[in-house]
């Protein structure tokens, strides 16, 4: 009888134990958050891994941005070798999707409910032919100022609430010799901004219907020119050394004073963290004037591959601790973007981040919350960087009228379509 | 026991012949063995490839490579990008930037090289010292070399602000942030960079020169000028020639320097082809144009290069 047992318990710990090893205890992950602030919001996951057990293998990629990365993703996945998961944007997911290599995380998503608490418009992106195949991590927005306190206070400004509100705020701060606007003469930053000039001065509807149903009647129409015009207004409140400029360079400016406003993406919120600087006191975010009630948005996501079966339970730990209310919390509030799921609890964010969770709720609710064309949630590549070479020609002056602009933005996305 | 022997004796000579001529064969199959690792690998990753992307040029390749012919749409498209020049589409600056850029480049480096060698070869003291300092910007990577002349061409930063801050205000260059001129700040830093190495060609060759020549004509009373016109130059034609193909593949291959110097320039002038094939491919997802551009690029070279090998390289009539 005792015999038994023993051989029993050896039998069913040995079954145990093979079972256990079938399993990889392990995370491949293939990102391109290397800088301090994302990999101190990256460590977040890590630790919540590392507590079921499951080890983090970064998959190394060469060189900074997101290009380099997507470049090794593709070489990756032709040979076969899919990591548990990548950071992807937008219509990379689905072309990967459509590819057929990416995972199916819908029953995951069913026993979590992602259905319900994250955002429709997001689900475009991570549900393809009704399968989950990536977690988003959080949620961007693009249409927001930010504003140096100090600087707003000695020339006496106040919130503005509209186009007009916006540009004699400008004037204020060029009276008082400050530069009103900082920029960075790259093509995604000047089109990230004319995403919020193009949503301030057509509104919400016109907005989709340019930017996210690409209706040509839309993109030529009397609105699209008023909103170049209303870019050119703005390029003529930069310093003459905008081009080519960083991003980050340009938050600097508004940082130290030298520069009064930037219009930016939530990521410089980071910025201001880094530099020790608390909203409300030091720093000031509004929605960009004319925009409030909606969100232009970009989101970054966990695509999840098809990997072997032995390594399925480390993506489904992996996806399930991404969409857990507490990590999204955490991260986000490191991060500086808002969780992607709308059911997370504000308390441990800033002013900024309280406002944008709001925001992405009332949004969500009121069928405003649209995908930004210059970050690639708008259209595909191709159609997006054929519409951001027409902002920066517009810009720097190789197109010179509204008019011609509207032309050839109408050009450039259909041939790219 | 003898039956042994003679069958032993017969034995050896058939065994050594074939020993001996697999050892000499082995010998002259040595090189061919040595080399065929590395004639495999430039057959299968430089020509399979170049046919590879060809291939792919004619189908409707996207985000992955489709192998679905489906005609020439891309050199469709990119032939009437050719001629879209208001505003400029970016294929035709890439083309008339690689015109520029080319030219200059290769013209001004082998000038300033043939030049700073010939006055290096005047026996002067410090030759030693002064060498290695013209050559050393070749050690650099392009990207160095393109952040370096960021920030100096600056106008915020570098030589502009310097010599405001030094009481010349009137003094302005913005060319890196000029659409018309960022190109030429690509040549600047080019021609910083490879004309040291392009000038150490040229010593090479000035060394190689018969002493015997130059008096021979210095006695026949030609003027330096002259000595120079008329024999050194003509006799440093090899070295033209390597310092051309070397020069010529560089600027065609420059893709760092505009990338780390510019950004690609406002409004994307500053692009090269190179830069317009890598946006392509792998940023806008349309593999079947970067290819296409990809092959225009290579039977450009081919169109230049074949000619010009094919006139210095040929026997000449003596």
């Keep these: 009888m005792l015999r038994k047992l023993l051989i029993g318990t050896a039998l069913a710990s040995g079954l145990a134990f093979a079972a256990h090893a079938e399993d990889v205890k392990e995370v491949q992950m293939l990102h391109w958050w290397t800088s301090g602030g994302e990999a101190a919001a990256l460590n977040v ?21 997101g290009d380099a990365a997507m470049t090794a993703l593709k070489a990756m996945v032709a040979a076969g070798n899919y990591p548990t998961a990548s950071q992807m944007l937008g219509y990379t997911v689905l072309d990967y999707a459509a590819a057929g290599v990416m995972g199916d995380l819908t029953e995951t998503a069913k026993k979590e409910g992602w259905d319900k608490s994250v955002p429709a418009a997001l689900q475009k992106f991570s549900v393809y032919d009704g399968k989950w195949v990536a977690a988003p991590v959080n949620v961007h927005s693009v249409n927001w100022l930010w504003i140096n306190k100090a600087v707003m206070d000695k020339i006496g400004g106040t919130e503005p609430k509209t186009f007009d509100d916006f540009v004699a705020l400008l004037d204020k701060a060029k009276a008082a010799g400050v530069i009103p606007l900082a920029l960075g003469g790259q093509n995604w930053q000047e089109a990230t901004m004319f995403d919020s000039v193009v949503l301030s001065t057509g509104g919400p509807e016109f907005y989709k219907k340019a930017f996210n149903d690409l209706d040509d009647a839309s993109l030529k129409s009397d ?18 050394n905008f081009s080519g400029r960083d991003w980050n360079l340009a938050t600097a400016m508004v940082i130290k004073g030298d520069a009064l406003v930037q219009v930016m993406g939530d990521w410089a919120k980071g910025e201001f963290h880094a530099a020790k600087k608390t909203p409300g006191t030091d720093f000031l975010c509004y929605r960009f004037p004319g925009t409030d009630g909606s969100v232009i948005y970009n989101s970054d996501m966990f695509g999840m591959f098809n990997v072997p079966d032995d390594r399925k339970a480390a993506q489904v730990a992996l996806a399930t601790a991404t969409l857990s209310k507490s990590f999204q919390s955490a991260f986000n509030v490191v991060k500086g973007s808002v969780p992607a799921r709308t059911d997370v609890p504000d308390t441990d964010f800033d002013a900024c981040g309280k406002k944008g969770i709001a925001d992405l709720k009332a949004a969500n609710d009121g069928g405003t919350l649209f995908g930004s064309l210059a970050q690639g949630y708008g259209a595909p590549p191709a159609v997006a960087n054929a519409y951001k070479d027409v902002v920066s020609k517009f810009v720097h002056g190789q197109i010179k009228t509204s008019d011609e602009a509207v032309t050839e933005l109408v050009k450039a996305i259909d041939d790219a379509k | 026991m003898s039956t042994v022997a003679t069958s032993q004796i017969k034995l050896t000579p058939e065994q050594a012949r074939p020993r001996a001529s697999v050892r000499s064969r082995l010998q002259d199959a040595l090189p061919k063995i040595v080399l065929a690792p590395s004639f495999a690998i430039t057959i299968v990753f430089v020509y399979g490839f170049i046919l590879w992307t060809i291939y792919l040029s004619f189908t409707n390749s996207k985000t992955f490579p489709s192998y679905v012919i489906t005609g020439s749409r891309a ?11 208001d505003p400029p589409s970016s294929w035709y600056t890439s083309i008339t930037n690689m015109g520029i850029f080319g030219f200059l480049y290769i013209f001004i480096c082998l000038a300033l090289g043939l030049f700073l060698a010939i006055l290096l070869d005047q026996k002067i003291r410090g030759e030693g010292v002064l060498r290695p300092i013209y050559l050393y910007p070749m050690a650099l990577s392009f990207i ?35 659409k018309d001129f960022v190109i030429y700040t690509v040549v600047i830093a080019g021609v910083w960079q490879a004309s040291g190495f392009i000038m150490a060609m040229f010593l090479a060759g000035l060394r190689g020169i018969d ?20 024999i050194v130059i003509p006799l440093l034609r090899p070295i033209f020639l390597s310092a051309f193909i070397v020069l010529a593949h560089l600027a065609i291959k420059s893709y760092d320097l505009v ?23 792998f940023k806008r997802n349309e593999m079947a144009v970067g290819s296409a551009s990809a092959v225009i690029m290579l039977m450009t070279i081919i169109a230049i290069i074949v000619p010009y090998l094919y006139s210095e390289l040929r026997e000449k009539p003596r």
Excluded: C
């Design chain 2, 211 to 230: 002493g015997e020549i130059m008096k021979a004509a210095q006695i026949d009373g030609a003027t330096t000028f002259q000595l120079y016109r008329r």
């Design chain 2, 75 to 85: 050199y469709q498209r990119l032939w009437g990008w050719t001629f879209d020049t």
């Design chain 1, 223 to 240: 609105t699209m020119k008023k909103s170049f015009d209303n870019l050119a207004k703005l390029v003529t409140y930069v310093d003459p």
């Design chain 1, 45 to 65: 996951l890590k630790g919540d891994l590392a507590k079921e057990g499951y080890a983090w293998k970064d998959v190394p990629v060469a060189g900074g941005g």
């Design chain 2, 144 to 178: 160095v070399t393109g952040v370096a002349w960021k920030w100096f061409l600056d106008p915020g930063l570098g030589l502009e602000q310097t010599l405001h801050q030094w009481g010349w205000t009137s003094f302005h260059f913005d060319w890196i942030k000029n």
């Design chain 2, 259 to 281: 990338v780390a110097l510019t950004s690609g320039g406002p409004g994307g002038s500053a692009w090269l082809p190179s830069n317009f094939m890598y946006e392509y491919t």
